[in-house]
Nanobody, 116 residues
Framework: QVHLVESGGGLVQPGGSLRLSCAASGSTLNINTMGWYRQAPGKQRELVVAITGGGRTLYADSVKGRFTISRDIAKNSVYLQMNSLKPEDTAVYYC??????????WGQGTQVTVSS
């Protein structure tokens, strides 16, 4: 079992920045990929960005150049720096980890609201 705890969401004005954090605990030895997904009201959950243990990243086109993922393997944590936020970035953001077996775990989600 892997337990994920997210933090850092909130309300920000357009053009502002937020930093999300996710800490993993439990059976973290074999975590492969960590990442962030988001789900806006009435929409499907979508990938924002993922990072492998080797540091490879995959960003959604909509966030390229604005969001940056980083990972601290020693702390079993992943971070999402979000800059130049837009109203369309408003969503619940979920931390995600994938084990080599393919088993996936999710955090409880943190709300990000971009509004003036």
């Amino acid at each position: 079992q892997v337990h994920l705890v997210e933090s850092g969401g909130g309300l920000v004005q357009p053009g502002g920045s937020l930093r999300l954090s996710c800490a993993a605990s439990g059976s973290t030895l074999n975590i492969n990929t960590m990442g962030w997904y988001r789900q806006a009201p009435g929409k499907q959950r979508e990938l924002v960005v993922a990072i492998t243990g080797g540091g490879r990243t995959l960003y959604a086109d909509s966030v390229k150049g604005r969001f940056t993922i980083s990972r601290d393997i020693a702390k079993n944590s992943v971070y999402l720096q979000m800059n130049s936020l837009k109203p369309e970035d408003t969503a619940v953001y979920y931390c995600n980890v994938v084990l080599p077996s393919g088993r996936t775990y999710w955090g409880q989600g943190t709300q990000v609201t971009v509004s003036s």
